[in-house]
């Protein structure tokens, strides 16, 4: 039984998947980055340790989102013959 779809099709498609996923992250960090930044400006003029200490959490957060980012950079560069 033989399929009408070639390597390259679902390489395509694979690669535009990853390009959303990519975007998701971004706008993950995003989001995270921002509400971090505002947790400690509350923190600070409220003098509340518990907006500082969640700011700090959603730093590990992050953080976290940053390297998977950064996975995701370094996974997409093509293969070279001297390291495969």
Do not use: W
Request: hydrophobic residues 45%; contains cysteine; proline residues 2%.
């Amino acid at each position: 039984m033989e399929s009408n779809h070639s390597k390259g099709a679902y390489s395509n498609h694979l690669f535009q998947f990853r390009l959303v996923e990519r975007r998701k992250l971004i706008l993950s960090l995003s989001i995270t980055m921002v509400v971090m930044i505002v947790e400690v400006l509350g923190g600070f003029i409220t003098n509340s340790i518990a907006l500082l200490s969640d700011a700090g959490h959603m730093f590990t957060h992050a953080f976290a989102i940053g390297i998977s980012l950064l996975a995701t950079t370094i996974a997409r560069k093509p293969p070279c013959h001297h390291k495969t």
